[in-house]
């Protein structure tokens, strides 16, 4: 069982950052990829960006490659999403996810199994 908690959200102007944070319970979470996945107002939920469980590989959506980073500190049990150049585009609520085990970098909302409540993040224009 993992659970996860976002924090971070709020409303910048575009050009700023925020980091968002993700922490998690649970023993698998050191064993499990973690992505973020966003919703914006009227729109499907979409893939962001995902962090294999070693740390060690990431793949990040075309929208914001370049602009976000993600990282995970596995002796907090935390993952992170730094969030930079930001454009109004951006605004939705952001949901972190813990992939099923196994996968190493999915894209898929159907290879995550655990899902946090989400943050939201306002980007004026």
């Known amino acids: 069982q993992v659970h996860l908690v976002e924090s971070g959200g709020g409303l910048v102007q575009a050009g700023g950052s925020l980091r968002l944070s993700c922490a998690a319970s649970g023993r698998a979470f050191s064993t499990r990829s973690m992505g973020w996945f966003r919703q914006g107002p009227g729109k499907e939920r979409e893939f962001v960006t995902v962090?294999?469980?070693?740390?060690?590989?990431?793949n990040y959506a075309w929208s914001v490659n370049g602009r976000f980073t993600i990282s995970r500190d596995k002796a907090n049990n935390t993952v992170y999403l730094q969030m930079n150049s930001l454009k109004p585009e951006d605004t939705a609520v952001y949901y972190c996810a813990a992939a099923k085990e196994g996968f190493s970098i999915p894209m898929l909302e159907g290879n995550y199994d655990y899902w946090g409540q989400g943050t939201q993040v306002t980007v004026s224009s």
């Open positions: 962090i294999s469980w070693t740390g060690e590989r990431t």
